[in-house]
Antibody, heavy 121, light 110 residues
Framework: EVQLVESGGGLVQPGGSLRLSCASS????????MNWVRQAPGKGLEWISY????????YYADSVKGRFTISRDSAKNSLYLQMNSLRPEDTAVYYC??????????????WGQGTMVTVSS | QSVLTQPPSASGTPGQRVTISCSGG????????VYWYQQLPGTAPKLLIY???QRPSGVPDRFSGSKSGTSASLAISGLRSEDEADYYC???????????FGGGTKLTVL
């Protein structure tokens, strides 16, 4: 079964750091571009970061640029999001989502169940 | 304020046809594919339409997508109670170098 499972969410103080992980299974992880998308409580979806299959192409939303870092480890079939200098407005459910093959900027066809990040003192 | 504009709400009765619009600009919808996602309450989003008009396997043909210029639409025919969900359009924006989502449309089946 093709699956993505996020972990690493939790409660963190403003200014703190957190590292999210997304474990993949059931497909050739190294062939696919990956994304992180978040959803604040009661709000819509917000794309925050993209990484190509090779890891050579990386993009961030302006809201997280300079604070968040996306990475991937094909040996572990995993995607990561290092979040630093966290703010209350970063409070959201964070989803990892599979994109297309290579660097095609294609559909998010597989989504994880999400992990909740709460930034509060 | 989302780059892509969707109506915040839509509604219909069972069996009816409803459409949800998504308006953007030349750097996003005007030059890239549009995708639609369905999010049922309390669940992760699910891909509904890809590359403007294509349905993934398992998505009923009651759902259809279209695109013209800098706008796109999702149509749902034969509305059913289980279609009650939030719907989001999305596309790549070349000027922003990132994906953009619409603000979402909450569909209510009366």
């Amino acid at each position: 079964e093709v699956q993505l499972v996020e972990s690493g969410g939790g409660l963190v103080q403003p200014g703190g750091s957190l590292r999210l992980s997304c474990a993949s299974s059931g497909f050739t992880f190294s062939s696919y571009e990956m994304n992180w998308v978040r959803q604040a409580p009661g709000k819509g979806l917000e794309w925050i970061s993209y990484i190509s299959s090779s890891g050579d192409n990386i993009y961030y939303a302006d809201s997280v640029k300079g604070r968040f870092t996306i990475s991937r480890d094909s040996a572990k079939n995993s995607l990561y999001l290092q979040m630093n200098s966290l703010r209350p407005e970063d409070t959201a459910v964070y989803y990892c989502a599979r994109g297309g093959v290579g660097a095609t900027f294609d559909a998010f066809d597989i989504w994880g169940q999400g992990t909740m990040v709460t930034v509060s003192s | 304020q989302s780059v892509l504009t969707q109506p915040p709400s839509a509604s219909g009765t069972p069996g009816q046809r409803v459409t949800i619009s998504c308006s953007g600009g030349n750097s996003n919808i005007g030059s890239n594919y549009v995708y639609w996602y369905q999010q049922l309450p309390g669940t992760a989003p699910k891909l509904l339409i890809y590359r403007n008009t294509q349905r993934p396997s398992g998505v009923p043909d009651r759902f259809s997508g279209s695109k013209s210029g800098t706008s796109a639409s999702l149509a749902i025919s034969g509305l059913r109670s289980e279609d009650e969900a939030d719907y989001y359009c999305a596309t790549w924006d070349g000027s922003l170098s990132g994906w953009v989502f619409g603000g979402g449309t909450k569909l209510t089946v009366l």
